[in-house]
Every structure is written in structure tokens, then in C-alpha cells.
């Protein structure tokens, strides 16, 4: 049986990406439509957007723990952020959810879907 989750053993890390840092990380990632507004009050015009590449990268399983960049200390914003020990109590609570899961017969599932989105425009 495989069973897909929506996967949070770090739930810190999310709230790390726009609480540290206050003033430098807060400020770094921002909807399309602020960035857009951004730009048209600048005073570009023509302004569009678009996803240049998607990456979908599923993990089933044991598979996630196999060299997975995604999943390595440096291999996000998020996890950088990270203590030491912080990331490795999570990747010990995701060992445990693995076996938990194996030992129900189920596979878990980590998806990732990432969007990378290109803003282009004119200058008035």
C-alpha cells in the first residue's frame, strides 16, 4: 500500500525561512503578484510570468534517505537554517516514521514539486 503525506518531521523549518534573520530572510521570498506589483510601480510595464522549469521529484519509501540532495544539511534554505541537532532529530523522526510505516506494511511517499517561475517586463 502506498500512502502519500504531506511530510513535516522539521516543522520548524518553515517558520525558520521567515522569522530568522528578521530584516534579511524575512524579505526574500514574496508571492508573483507582489513582485509584479513591485515592478509596476517602478515602472516596468508588460509584466508576465511564467513557471520555467518544474521539478518533480518523488521519493517512495527508503528511497528519500539514498543520497536525495533535497534532504541533505545544505540542501535547502530551510535545513541550512537548521542546528545541527535539529536536523538530525529530524531525520531520526523520519527514520522512525519509516519503519513505523514498513512495519504497517504501507510506503510513504515524499513528494516534491517545485515550481521555478520567471518574471519578465519592459521599462516605460
Known sequence: MNERVNYDEVASTYNARYTSRAGEWEHTIRPVSQITEW??????SEIRDCVVERILNHQYGRAVLVDHPLLQKKGTSQLILLSDKAYADGLARLKADLE????QGKTLT????????????QRK
Open 39 to 44: 515592478m509596476r510601480e517602478a515602472g516596468y
Open 100 to 103: 513505523e510505516a514498513e512495519a
Open 110 to 121: 515524499f513528494p516534491a514539486d517545485i515550481s521555478l517561475v520567471m518574471i519578465a517586463a
